[in-house]
């Protein structure tokens, strides 16, 4: 169980040291409503938006003190963030799969499930694993489950592992292919590190230093 977390851990995590080529990744306001765009594809600021949601009601139905409730927010601070970089994760790594040859059946989700459901003590102990551990709402489980069979089978047509440079460089060719793109508003997107990053904001800089020079 805890080597499989780890893996889980491993692709959600938005930390990820990856290897490959560095791929550039620019912030475009040319597709105004779009927190993301792959592969031609929009993720909007509603979609985004309507996940963080569904991750807030989880934890507000998880607990019944308003104290634990505003505790599990503050330790999620960067929610929105670190869910739109699965979203993006998540449609990289199937391309990457599909461009391996790489399937996953609903049957194979169901099995991952059950045996995850009997180590961790039945369904409800298992939903709320994943929501504490890796901020996944109930509703978002299997397709999560999906991702790292995903995951897993693709390193293994690879003849390596999740941990190894060359799954992280299919994963890295496939963010190239795909063309990702975030708004500005949620920073860039590293294909080499497959991750989003904070965007870089060098006029912060200078307008504080103009700022500073007006006051000496």
């Not at 049957?107 to 003590?121: I, S």
């Not at 978002?140 to 390596?160: H, I, S």
Request: net charge neutral; with cysteine.
């Amino acid at each position: 169980m805890h080597s499989r977390r780890r893996r889980t851990a491993l692709l959600l995590s938005a930390a990820i040291v990856a290897v490959g080529p560095l791929l550039t990744a620019c912030g475009n306001d040319a597709h105004p409503g779009a927190a993301a765009v792959v592969g031609g594809q929009r993720i909007t600021v509603s979609q985004l938006e309507n996940r963080v949601d569904e991750v807030r009601a989880a934890q507000r139905a998880a607990v019944t003190d308003d104290a634990q409730y505003a505790q599990a927010v503050a330790q999620t601070g960067s929610l929105t963030r670190d869910t739109l970089h699965g979203m993006v994760l998540d449609r990289v790594l199937h391309r990457a799969a599909e461009d391996a040859g790489v399937t996953v059946s609903r049957k194979e989700v169901q099995a991952m499930r059950a045996g995850l459901e009997q180590q961790a003590g039945g369904a409800q102990g298992l939903e709320m694993t994943w929501l504490q551990q890796y901020g996944i709402p109930p509703q978002r489980l299997d397709d999560n489950l999906r991702l790292q069979l995903e995951a897993q089978k693709l390193a293994a047509a690879l003849g390596t592992d999740t941990s190894q440079p060359a799954f992280w460089s299919a994963l890295s060719k496939a963010s190239q292919d795909l063309g990702v793109d975030l708004n500005p508003r949620y920073g860039d997107w590293d294909a080499r590190k497959v991750s989003r990053v904070d965007a870089k904001t060098p006029w912060v800089r200078e307008v504080t230093a103009a700022g500073n020079q007006q006051t000496t």
